[in-house]
């Protein structure tokens, strides 16, 4: 496994991240529940979800802890998440959900979730991939792959 994708157990990003994202929580269940209860696509997604052991267990262990860099850091791992989000990514009302979650997700809270990426070779991997398959255009997620080579053929900011 390459270093950059390494489980690192503490981040120096991941304090800011938490908080920020503990902070959303609310605003989150409730658009979750709105698209729940408007698409039966999405129904579907989260019976599927709790239908597979690994995807359940990350759902069970999030709703004690509410850790989400050990949540995010498992799905990443997690053996049935790529054949789940490959299942789910191209449908609309879920591509739906990810453009109003992200439309809606405050400054601080984005700015933490960079720098998580900047520090965490796994969630790169991770939005990486989802990206691929929620169909991003080519080149959107392109520049998080950039991080996962030596520092200084990185591009640099102008």
């Not at 503990?22 to 579907?44: G, K, M, N, S």
């Amino acid at each position: 496994m390459p270093a950059s994708q390494v489980r690192r157990e503490t981040s120096s990003a991941a304090p800011a991240f938490t908080e920020a994202v503990r902070r959303c929580e609310v605003r989150a269940h409730d658009l979750a529940i709105r698209y729940t209860e408007r698409h039966p696509v999405i129904q579907q997604y989260g019976r599927d979800w709790m239908s597979r052991p690994d995807l359940k267990k990350l759902n069970d262990d999030y709703a004690a802890d509410h850790d989400p860099v050990r949540f995010l850091r498992g799905l990443a791992q997690a053996p049935s998440f790529p054949e789940f989000a490959a299942k789910y990514a191209r449908e609309p009302a879920v591509r739906a959900f990810v453009k109003d979650a992200l439309a809606g997700a405050p400054k601080d809270l984005l700015a933490a979730a960079a720098d998580m990426l900047v520090e965490d070779g796994l969630l790169r991997g991770l939005v990486s991939d989802a990206g691929r398959e929620l169909g991003l255009p080519k080149g959107f997620t392109d520049g998080l792959r950039d991080y996962e080579k030596e520092p200084e053929s990185r591009p640099r900011a102008q």
